[in-house]
């Protein structure tokens, strides 16, 4: 039960995380509607991937694991393109949007981004879904203990989708606008995770197939087959042995990334600072 | 196709623009899974079915046997995971590229891989395990 658990687990979060922090994002601007159509969108990718997987299962044909690949690692790759443009979004409006939460840059946030956000979100699911559709219904032809091993990939999504709903909860709790730099960093870990997964993902794919030298061994913390590993390696993108590749993708990303989060704003505001701040509902 | 709305400020425009881009995307791209599902892989990789069918099983030292010989040609692997618990994977390189691969072989799971391999010699790759790597010298 453990090691199916295990498989679910890790790719539900890989998922459930970014469709968490989308949710939280349209939650805080008010969006009902568009997180409506976000579950919608969520939904339907879940459809299309178990349809996929139990069509192949019927035609008796294996996943194209090469297009599969290649598939993950562009949707990757654009899921990192819109964290990245939210992220230096919100750093240039950040000042305005802590002085008044009904500026027009806010409104533009919330009117133009929406879509995007949701896209994301369908595509991480969708990302996913395809190899996690193809596993269930090869744990439905188990050979040994076919109850456990369903029953254990199913809590293992359940699981996920309880990580997920907690960092929605999280998300819309705190005030997104006034921990700026905290929401900011959260994004530039969960966009080096998929900078790290795109380098996996391009060498399975046949595209990138430099740097595959073991850079270092990491399975005494990310043990391969453990609830950690599952936790670590979904959320954070890291590989229990990554290669050069993955870890500098990775580094790559997040130090640069951090730095335009943390760098303090060199432009000066003291006439802002002597006039009294605007009365807004908090 | 949508269009995008007379842009009353220029970010707002721009932002059309990327959603639409983005959308043009995915559709291509659900295009192109669906062409290669249907197609042939073209490099002699994964998808030629038959063949004589050779047993590896996951074990917490890698892939076994460690040492594979066969001729080229079609062939099919049946993949069995007896209770490995970080060894889930089985794939074949051919120097860093990889020529075929089964991910998601949990304890008690067993799948198939079918494979076209031309002669050469080529590595097992079962990450998690002890020894992890095997041979397979493919004889014409």
């Not at chain 1, 819109?82 to 750093?91: E, G, Q």
């Not at chain 1, 699911?125 to 190899?131: N, P, Y």
Request: proline share 4%; net charge neutral.
């Amino acid at each position: 039960m453990l090691p199916t658990f295990v498989i679910g687990l890790r790719e539900g979060v890989e998922a459930s995380l970014i469709v968490g922090i989308v949710a939280a994002f349209l939650r805080q601007e008010g969006r009902t509607d568009a997180l409506r159509r976000m579950w919608l969108g969520v939904a339907a990718a879940i459809v299309v991937c178990l349809g996929v997987g139990v069509g192949l299962e019927l035609l008796n044909e294996s996943l194209p694991q090469r297009q599969q690949e290649m598939l993950e690692t562009v949707v990757a790759v654009v899921a990192l393109a819109m964290i990245t443009y939210m992220i230096v979004f919100m750093r240039r409006h950040a000042r305005t949007m802590r002085r008044d939460l009904q500026d027009k840059a806010g409104a533009a946030l919330a009117a133009g981004s929406a879509t995007a956000l949701i896209l994301m979100a369908f595509l991480a699911v969708l990302r996913e879904g395809f190899e996690t559709a193809v596993f269930l219904v090869a744990t439905f032809s188990a050979s040994t203990s076919r109850a456990a091993a369903v029953g254990g990939a199913a809590i293992g999504i359940a699981a996920a989708v309880v990580i997920g709903a907690a960092i929605y909860r999280g998300g819309v709790r705190i005030n997104l606008a006034r921990f700026f730099t905290a929401t900011a960093l959260v994004l530039v870990v969960v966009a080096g995770g998929l900078a790290a997964f795109a380098a996996h993902t391009a060498h399975e794919a046949g595209w990138l197939n430099v740097g595959q030298g073991r850079a270092l061994d990491a399975s005494a913390v990310i043990d391969p087959g453990t609830v950690r590993a599952a936790l670590i390696t979904g959320v954070l993108g890291i590989q229990p042995k990554p290669v050069w590749a993955e870890l500098v993708a990775w580094v790559g990303y997040v130090v640069p990334a951090a730095l335009l989060v943390l760098w303090p704003r060199r432009r000066p505001d003291s006439a802002a600072r002597t006039t009294p701040p605007l009365v807004h509902a908090a | 196709m949508t269009r995008c709305p007379h842009p009353a400020h220029p970010s707002t425009a721009r932002r059309c623009a990327a959603r639409s881009a983005a959308l043009a995307l995915s559709v291509v791209l659900g295009a192109a899974l669906l062409a290669a599902c249907g197609g042939d892989d073209g490099d002699g990789g994964a998808g030629a079915a038959g063949g004589p069918t050779t047993e590896i099983t996951l074990t917490d030292e890698g892939c076994e046997p460690a040492a594979l010989q066969m001729n080229a040609g079609a062939h099919t692997f049946h993949i069995t995971n007896e209770g490995a618990a970080g060894v889930t994977e089985f794939e074949i390189l051919s120097g860093e590229r990889i020529v075929a691969e089964v991910e998601g072989i949990a304890a008690g799971l067993d799948r198939t891989l079918d494979v076209r391999l031309d002669a050469g010699d080529y590595v097992t790759y079962c990450p998690g395990g002890e020894r992890e790597k095997g041979t397979l010298t493919v004889t014409a």
